[in-house]
């Protein structure tokens, strides 16, 4: 199982011109300052999914460039390639296998001032935190995502057009974060968004650790829908206990999910063997408001309770394995998944 | 396992871990130093962890290495995807680069 947004977009990198588009954008970027060295980031992983009794493999490969332009200007750009080989249908032996190969944003950031930043070009929505901070391979403690992960995010989990964002106040006791966006309708192969407005406010409590936020968004073609949406982090101050959560109600549906993650320092560091270990829990609700489907959420109502442990070894590599265990009304399932990812990051040439 | 003992079970796990965390977190010890130059280090190094746990730890591990000649791109790259403020990114690109 995949985040939701890489099941969207059409395919991209696969035309020359672009290839050879970021590769005139690096070499115009081989003498950048010191410390603004074009970089190439992203993850690879193998991961495998066990539904219902069959089995998925999935290898893919998600590169993340960022190429800073002056002292206020940065191109950054997330692609994703996969394969897929899953059991073919019916009594047949052997696997079915497809590629997908995707742009899953490419945005200009110019900031303006120190609370401004202007963005332009295709960019994540900033509904709720999943789409935008936790869908990276080489983020996430699941390999996919939650039940709601679509709910917001309006169809692609990408906008084309205009964000303004940034820290609105920033005190040593709370700071406040803003992220104002619109959309609008483009249908072509490469960047496929809809006709969109809404936004994000964050408050973050640091001495309590403690992130509230709320998000809005108004899908503005077809049937006009509002989505709204809430979140709340907590990590208390020195322990390795996080917890995520998010609510999100939409015209047909709604749900929730709250993760909780767990690594301790008590036995050597987060660096030894035991503290390398992570256990993961997710508890994930959707509900049905109608019967109308147009927000990618299950048919009925769905409950998901995912257990994982996670183990984290050195050279920015994970081992991420889960089990869940889905009730609806349409059957319950087992899901069990494995995989391995290792994240990368390093300049995008050599230099002294 | 039926879905209406999912939130109880959910509820009670993350009671325990949170009360093992509460029970096992500990203030971070003072640093010794030796003069005012190294103490102006320490204080800086000091603040680039806090504000490196508050803000890059929240969603991902901590990158075990890389090279200096990206760390302000990837400030910048964070100031636009976390909501860094100017004052965090200045600190942060002194912490990566002491």
């Not at chain 1, 672009?18 to 003498?31: E, H, M, N, Q």
């Not at chain 1, 009594?91 to 332009?120: M, N």
């Not at chain 2, 860094?84 to 002194?94: A, F, G, W």
Request: proline fraction near 6%; include cysteine; hydrophobic fraction near 35%.
């Amino acid at each position: 199982m995949l985040p939701p947004i890489t099941k969207f977009r059409g395919s991209t990198l696969t035309r020359p011109a672009s290839l050879i588009a970021c590769l005139a954008v690096l070499f115009a970027l081989r003498y950048g300052a010191a410390q603004n060295t074009p970089l190439l980031s992203g993850g690879v992983g193998f991961f495998t999914s066990t539904n219902s009794g069959q089995t998925s493999y999935q290898p893919l490969f998600e590169p993340l460039l960022d190429a800073p332009i002056g002292p206020h200007f940065l191109i950054e750009s997330r692609a994703i390639l996969l394969e897929s080989l899953s059991p073919k249908g019916g009594d047949q032996a052997g696997y079915d296998h497809s590629h997908f190969i995707s742009l899953t944003y490419l945005q200009g950031d110019y900031i303006l001032s120190s609370h401004v930043t202007v963005v332009g070009g295709t960019f994540l929505i900033p509904f709720n935190t999943y789409n935008d901070r936790l869908s990276p391979i080489w983020i996430g403690n699941f390999q996919g995502g939650p039940l709601t992960a679509n709910l917001g995010s309006l169809s692609t989990g990408a906008g084309t057009g205009g964000m303004l964002s940034g820290s609105a106040i920033s005190r040593r006791k709370y700071s406040v974060s803003y992220n104002s966006f619109f959309s609008s309708r483009v249908d072509n192969s490469y960047f496929q968004s809809d006709r969109s407005g809404g936004g994000r406010a964050s408050l973050y409590l640091p001495d309590r650790r403690l992130e509230i936020g709320l998000s809005y968004d108004r899908l503005l073609q077809g049937t006009r829908e509002n989505f709204y949406g809430a979140h709340l982090w907590w990590e208390p101050k020195d322990s390795g206990f996080k917890l995520r959560s998010e609510f999100a109600r939409g015209h047909h549906a709604q749900g929730y999910w709250i993760e909780t993650t767990y690594r301790t320092d008590a036995f050597g560091g987060l660096d030894s063997f035991v503290g390398r270990f992570q256990p993961v829990f997710r508890m994930n609700q959707s509900f049905r408001r109608d019967t109308v489907v147009s927000d990618g959420l299950p048919l009925v109502n769905t409950q998901r309770a995912d257990f994982g442990l996670n183990y984290n070894l050195p050279h920015n590599t994970r081992i991420l394995t889960s089990y869940s265990r889905q009730f609806s009304s349409t059957g319950n399932s087992n899901i069990w998944q494995t995989g391995i990812v290792y994240r990368f990051l390093f300049p995008a040439w050599k230099g002294n | 396992m039926n879905s209406k003992y999912l939130l109880p079970v959910f509820v009670a796990l993350a009671s325990a871990a949170f009360l093992q965390a509460v029970a096992q977190s500990n203030p971070p010890a003072a640093q010794k130093t030796n003069g005012p130059a190294v103490a102006q280090v320490s204080q800086q190094q000091d603040e680039g962890t806090r504000i490196f746990q508050q803000n890059c730890s929240r969603c991902h591990n901590t990158p075990q290495g890389f090279s200096p000649r990206i760390s302000g791109t990837i400030l910048r790259h964070m100031r636009v995807r976390a909501s860094l403020s100017k004052h965090d990114e200045e600190v942060l690109l002194r912490f990566f680069n002491p």
